[in-house]
């Protein structure tokens, strides 16, 4: 079997519709090409398989090829809220009023009432000035550096930033400077010795391969003394990170004292999808003006904008789910490391269970799902060499009956894998 067909059944991507043959000699080196780097990536064992699944995102749900109810800890569905009944029902009636989508980008004819309405609820919730939509965070961290920063100016970003920073960044023509990661002393050494007009310290609020936290207070205070701007991503913080939801700032009692927020509506917030900045009402004026991903992509559908003002609607009038994935995480951390497991990261509901090896990762995993328990392994090059580690993400609609049995499924596994005793 041609390396390209093989990989396309491996896939899953070799419909019953076959492709037609290619005669290009253009197409078929790039085929080969292609087909060549893919097979060293299945070689090397980093190739990532789709897993298929066949009902709404919940914390039971199933997969092709079987009938039987998985539990999933491995979604980014913090408050549980992806496929909540009332969220469902808004959505459906915004798209029987508003329509499908608006067919243009939001400064020609892609701006509703709803689209308005749902940047002031972000803005309220965050204690901003304005907001400004994106089709995902991806987008408004790729839109933001480049759209503010000039070469006079410079960039100091965690070495640990996830990649939509990177890249937003390595758009921008401002001096870029990486530092180690959470490391206040080399951030500090950095700003002391620049000359730059506007310096901006950018940072994830939770680095979410390890669960652990930005030192976000002394961020803040660093910036002060050195008159820098702050700009965090909230992406694995907002609406369930810090007493109410607020996020990192709020965890790290710094609330309002961040410049810029980014963060998304595909994780926590409804889980569908889009992203937002949300700051300085002259920032998120000059980024509507400037932005690229927000001036040349269109703008977000009604189904989905009508998932993030019911999400807010609910976050804003109660905590109750922010406090349910915190005593959920703290159940699941507590049981696990008095059970002998080593879990990384601080008070978060990513949970990265320590296991060192990477088969034993992947082994430990499949194990899991062998007892109804959907986990991820995680290994180089994801995570560093001898760092392998399954990821476990709480909810807060995990039941405590739902949260026990997995750590019951961790323990017998961990016995018979003689990771603890
Ligand atoms: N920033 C961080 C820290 C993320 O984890 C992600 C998603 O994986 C993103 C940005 C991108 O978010 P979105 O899915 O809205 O593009």
């Known amino acids: 079997m041609p390396v390209f067909s093989k990989i396309l059944s491996l896939t899953g991507c070799a419909g019953k519709q076959q492709l ?20 060293g990536i299945q070689e090397a064992g980093t190739f990532k398989a789709e897993r298929i699944i066949t009902s709404s995102q919940s914390t039971q749900i199933t997969v092709q090829g079987s009938d039987q109810k998985i539990l999933n800890f491995c979604a980014n569905n913090y408050l549980g809220l992806a496929n909540n009944p009332e969220i469902v029902q808004y959505s459906q009636q915004l798209l029987a009023k508003y329509g499908a989508g608006l067919s243009s980008v939001r ?13 002031r609820k972000i803005a309220q919730f965050h204690g901003r000035e304005d907001t400004i ?9 790729a839109g933001i550096f480049e759209a503010i920063l000039t070469p006079e100016d410079a960039v100091f970003s965690d070495e640990l930033n996830h990649a939509s920073i990177i890249d937003g960044i390595r758009l921008c023509r401002a001096k870029k400077q990486r530092y180690k990661h959470r490391n206040l002393a080399d951030l500090e050494q950095q700003l002391r010795s620049t000359d730059a007009r506007l310096k901006l310290i950018a940072t994830d609020g939770v680095f979410s391969m390890d669960g652990n936290i930005a030192p976000l207070a002394r961020i803040v205070e660093l910036a002060k003394k050195y008159d820098a701007l702050v700009f965090v991503d909230e992406c694995h913080a907002t609406g369930f990170f810090g007493a109410t939801g607020r996020g990192t700032e709020e965890y790290d009692n710094v609330m309002g004292e961040v410049d810029i927020i980014n963060s998304t509506l595909g994780k926590a917030l409804g889980g569908a999808s889009g992203g937002y900045t949300t700051g300085p009402a002259e920032l998120i004026s000059f980024l509507r003006q400037k932005s690229r991903p927000y001036l040349f992509s269109n703008t977000l559908p009604p189904a ?3 998932v993030g003002l019911k999400v807010m609607d609910m976050l804003l009038s109660s905590s109750e789910l922010t406090q349910r994935v915190q005593s959920n995480t703290q159940r699941f951390r507590e049981a696990m490391t008095k059970a002998g497991f080593t879990i990384a990261g601080e008070n978060h509901p990513i949970c990265p269970v320590m296991l060192g090896d990477a088969r034993l990762a992947s082994t430990f995993a499949d194990e899991m799902l062998t007892r109804g328990i959907y986990v991820i392994g995680f290994s180089y090059p994801v995570v560093p060499q001898g760092k392998a580690r399954i990821r476990v993400q709480i909810s807060a609609a995990h039941t405590e009956a739902e949260i026990d049995r997995a750590i019951q499924a961790f323990i017998e596994v961990g016995r018979s894998l003689k990771v603890i005793k």
């Open 133 to 141: 939509l994106y089709a995902s965070c991806f987008d408004a961290n």
């Open 107 to 119: 400064f020609i004819c892609g701006t509703q009432d709803i689209h308005k309405q749902l940047e």
């Open 20 to 39: 037609r043959p290619y005669s290009a000699a253009a197409q078929s080196q790039l085929r080969e090409l292609l087909g060549q780097q893919l097979s």
């Open 304 to 306: 989905v904008v009508a």
